[in-house]
């Protein structure tokens, strides 16, 4: 069962973006849920992860730009940018953060921050 990211496009630099992602139940709930994301020639890094009662937690890089949050009644995990740098560039990935609770790999929704 794939998990749907959504919401990447092309923006500037200090753009914002909101991604969001639809889960299967049986993979969210209760599930401590995870953004990853993966640039050109690298390898997939998580970026932000958040518990079933909402507790966050965020990669250095992203620390006060992104902002992870989650609506437990329609299984939706949801990533707001702000301020996008370049080094943001990547596929961005929803799934769980524990090995055990993943599902597979969707395709990904891919975020350009160019001038």
């Known amino acids: 069962v794939q998990l749907q990211a959504s919401g990447g496009g092309f923006v500037q630099p200090g753009g914002s973006l909101r991604l969001s992602c639809a889960a299967p139940k049986t993979i969210f709930r209760n599930k401590i849920m995870a953004w990853y994301r993966q640039a050109p020639g690298m390898q997939r890094e998580w970026v932000a992860f958040i518990t079933s009662v909402g507790s966050a937690n965020y990669v250095d890089s992203v620390k006060g730009r992104f902002t992870i949050s989650r609506d437990n009644d329609n299984n939706i995990l949801y990533l707001q940018m702000n301020n996008l740098k370049p080094e943001d560039t990547a596929v961005y990935y929803c799934?769980?953060?524990?090995?055990?609770?993943?599902?597979?790999w969707g395709q990904g929704t891919l975020v350009t921050v160019s001038s």
């Open positions: 799934n769980a953060l524990r090995a055990v609770d993943k599902g597979s």
